[in-house]
């Protein structure tokens, strides 16, 4: 009985994550989509042009932490091509690279998770998002 | 048999008052005489720096896969469809690089795309654009230049099909495409927007990857700014006119944000070799960024080549 619950369980976890890889170009768009939402909250408090509010400023970084995780497991071989992607080939041919972009994203985003005031907000910020353009630069064509 | 004799020197003839003909019009100094540059001012290497930083001189010269950008060793190859060409060592080094240039071998190499052996240079290394720089600006340039650490090596020739690999043929290539004339102001606009222009169209070379090109690599000027495939590969140039698809919901602010940041409205952050420009064109002061974005808003607006429609996921 606990075997079937265990291999039931096992089946139900394999098969989430099978659901979550069905459409990753969708998926991994989705993130960025989310990752520029949380980076326009965040330029808007860095310029000053909205009220500096500690729990919106964790919540950017969270948001950038949570992508960095993600994704990398967006990625896979059959996702080269389709749905507008403007992912370079080189994700496919320099695996450990992008993986090593995606881990420094989510160390510098890490360092922002604590921010109380605006000045460590403006440091945190300015260091993560520096990531976007350096992992474009390598990672994604021009569109 | 007279009459056929006769037809036959005539041809002859014909063909060689035609090699003569494009081989006197195609000489570097008949198609792209050397500029006077006259007496110019003391060097300014700090206008020379701003210069090489609009230009992004690194993003092709510096040797690829170390992380001093301002070593220019050279040797980044850049795919076409005539060939690969490889971008040469410009470092101040006597023997491998442009040590042993003087000012003249500069401007006559950017504004007139001959090198100081007399030969022409691939218009791979966009002079095209570069020619509107004025020599006090070239040599402004060239001053900086030579601040730089001067690197060991020479680059790879260029590889090129037939009849590429022919430099007289960039020669017929200047008769068609090149015209070698400086920036002139417009005096009815205002400075910001003629400063723009100057840099979007001269050191920035904006229209260089910003622009179709035809059959034998030259812009295609209606397509000027309106985008196009990615010369240097996949993907697509987005368009930077005032068209719909390009630039017409943008405020001047955004563009010079973009420019500074890589970050669009909608906060997306531009890729590929645009990552580098922005990189470059930060260091730029503001107003020059502002500059830039005064004068691509007075684009008017062009639809540009048809972008191939994605493939459904």
């Given at each position: 009985?606990?075997?079937?619950?265990?291999?039931?369980?096992?089946?139900?976890?394999?098969?989430?994550?099978?659901?979550?890889?069905?459409?990753?170009?969708?998926?991994?768009?989705?993130?960025?989509?989310?990752?520029?939402?949380?980076?326009?909250?965040?330029?808007?408090?860095?310029?000053?042009?909205?009220?500096?509010?500690?729990?919106?400023?964790?919540?950017?970084?969270?948001?950038?932490?949570?992508?960095?995780?993600?994704?990398?497991?967006?990625?896979?071989?059959?996702?080269?091509?389709?749905?507008?992607?403007?992912?370079?080939?080189?994700?496919?041919?320099?695996?450990?690279?992008?993986?090593?972009?995606?881990?420094?994203?989510?160390?510098?985003?890490?360092?922002?998770?604590?921010?109380?005031?605006?000045?460590?907000?403006?440091?945190?910020?300015?260091?993560?998002?520096?990531?976007?353009?350096?992992?474009?630069?390598?990672?994604?064509?021009k569109? | 048999?007279?009459?056929?004799?006769?037809?036959?020197?005539?041809?002859?003839?014909?063909?060689?008052?035609?090699?003569?003909?494009?081989?006197?019009?195609?000489?570097?100094?008949?198609?792209?005489?050397?500029?006077?540059?006259?007496?110019?001012?003391?060097?300014?290497?700090?206008?020379?720096?701003?210069?090489?930083?609009?230009?992004?001189?690194?993003?092709c010269?510096?040797?690829?896969?170390?992380?001093?950008?301002?070593?220019?060793?050279?040797?980044l190859a850049l795919e076409s469809p005539f060939g690969t060409f490889h971008a040469?060592?410009?470092?101040?080094?006597?023997?491998?690089?442009?040590?042993?240039?003087?000012?003249?071998?500069?401007?006559?190499?950017?504004?007139?795309?001959?090198?100081?052996?007399?030969?022409h240079l691939y218009p791979s290394f966009p002079?095209t654009?570069?020619?509107?720089?004025?020599?006090?600006?070239?040599?402004?340039?060239?001053?900086?230049?030579?601040?730089?650490?001067?690197?060991?090596?020479?680059?790879?020739p260029h590889d090129l099909r037939f009849p590429f690999n022919i430099r007289?043929v960039v020669?017929g290539w200047?008769?068609l495409f090149?015209?070698?004339?400086?920036?002139?102001?417009?005096?009815?606009?205002?400075?910001?927007?003629?400063?723009?222009?100057?840099?979007?169209?001269?050191?920035?070379?904006?229209?260089e990857c910003?622009s179709a090109r035809n059959a034998l690599g030259a812009i295609v000027?209606?397509t000027?700014?309106?985008g196009g495939p990615d010369p240097e590969g996949k993907g697509w140039v987005?368009?930077?006119?005032?068209?719909?698809?390009?630039?017409?919901?943008?405020?001047?602010?955004?563009?010079?944000?973009?420019?500074?940041?890589?970050?669009?409205?909608?906060?997306?952050?531009?890729?590929?070799s645009?990552?580098?420009?922005?990189?470059?064109?930060?260091?730029?002061?503001?107003?020059?960024?502002?500059?830039?974005?005064?004068?691509?808003?007075?684009?008017?607006?062009?639809?540009?080549p048809?972008?191939p429609?994605?493939?459904?996921?």
């Open positions: 009985m606990i075997r079937t619950a265990l291999v039931l369980a096992g089946l139900g976890l394999g098969l989430t994550a099978v659901m979550a890889q069905s459409n990753p170009i969708a998926e991994r768009q989705q993130t960025m989509k989310a990752v520029g939402a949380a980076t326009r909250e965040g330029a808007a408090m860095a310029k000053g042009d909205a009220a500096f509010d500690a729990t919106k400023a964790q919540a950017v970084f969270k948001t950038y932490a949570d992508a960095a995780k993600k994704m990398p497991t967006l990625f896979p071989d059959s996702s080269k091509t389709g749905g507008e992607t403007t992912a370079a080939p080189k994700i496919w041919e320099d695996q450990a690279g992008f993986k090593a972009a995606f881990a420094k994203f989510e160390t510098d985003a890490s360092a922002g998770a604590t921010v109380a005031n605006l000045d460590g907000f403006r440091t945190a910020f300015g260091a993560a998002t520096k990531n976007c353009g350096t992992c474009h630069e390598a990672y994604r064509i569109k | 048999m007279l009459l056929l004799r006769r037809l036959f020197v005539t041809l002859v003839l014909l063909a060689v008052v035609g090699f003569a003909g494009f081989y006197v019009l195609t000489d570097p100094r008949v198609v792209s005489p050397s500029p006077e540059i006259g007496a110019l001012p003391a060097a300014d290497v700090e206008n020379g720096k701003l210069l090489f930083s609009a230009g992004g001189c690194t993003s010269h510096a040797t690829p896969g170390q992380d001093d950008k301002w070593r220019l060793g050279g040797g040469p060592n410009i470092s101040p080094h006597t023997r491998d690089g442009i040590g042993n240039w003087g000012v003249q071998d500069f401007v006559d190499a950017m504004a007139a795309g001959v090198s100081p052996s007399g030969q002079y654009s570069y020619r509107l720089m004025p020599p006090k600006a070239l040599a402004d340039l060239f001053a900086y230049i030579r601040t730089l650490p001067p690197v060991e090596g020479k680059a790879a007289r020669g200047k008769l090149f015209e070698r004339a400086p920036f002139r102001p417009d005096p009815a606009k205002s400075e910001a927007w003629n400063r723009g222009a100057y840099l979007v169209n001269g050191p920035g070379h904006c229209a910003h000027p209606s000027r700014f309106a987005p368009n930077i006119t005032q068209s719909e698809k390009g630039l017409a919901k943008w405020s001047k602010e955004e563009i010079a944000e973009l420019l500074k940041t890589g970050f669009t409205p909608s906060f997306d952050n531009v890729g590929g645009m990552a580098a420009v922005v990189r470059n064109i930060a260091q730029l002061p503001e107003a020059d960024r502002m500059a830039m974005a005064e004068y691509l808003k007075s684009l008017p607006a062009i639809e540009g048809e972008r429609q994605a493939k459904a996921p």
